[in-house]
Nanobody, 122 residues
Framework: QVQLVESGGGLVQPGGSLRLSCTAS????????MAWYRHAPGKERELVAS???????YYADPVKGRFTISRDDAKNTVYLLMNNLKPEDTAVYSC????????????????WGQGTQVTVSS
């Protein structure tokens, strides 16, 4: 199986920064796309940013120019650097990865982490 574990969340003041990490472990043959989602109370879960296996990023409009997604394939890790944080960024941030567990194309699935809380407040 495959496990994803996030870290780096916490409490930060408006205008501050945090860097989230998400590391995949287990039986991994290759990792394709990776992404960060967030879920705030009373709101729908939303895609924050994603990155392809070719390092092509995508950002949701609310975070463009403030957040940066990157990945380190040697470490099976995806990062989310969040700058100029705003109270509306408060949410549980979860990562997801499209993982292939063997040479068989049928071994490919999406996996999710448990999430890490980010709170932006003065």
């Amino acid at each position: 199986q495959v496990q994803l574990v996030e870290s780096g969340g916490g409490l930060v003041q408006p205008g501050g920064s945090l860097r989230l990490s998400c590391t995949a472990s287990g039986t991994i043959f290759s990792i394709y796309g990776m992404a960060w989602y967030r879920h705030a109370p009373g709101k729908e879960r939303e895609l924050v940013a994603s990155i392809t296996s070719g390092d092509s990023p995508y950002y949701a409009d609310p975070v463009k120019g403030r957040f940066t997604i990157s990945r380190d394939d040697a470490k099976n890790t995806v990062y989310l650097l969040m700058n100029n944080l705003k109270p509306e960024d408060t949410a549980v941030y979860s990562c997801t990865a499209d993982v292939r567990r063997s040479s068989s194309p049928w071994s490919r699935n999406d996996y999710w982490g448990q999430g890490t809380q980010v709170t932006v407040s003065s």
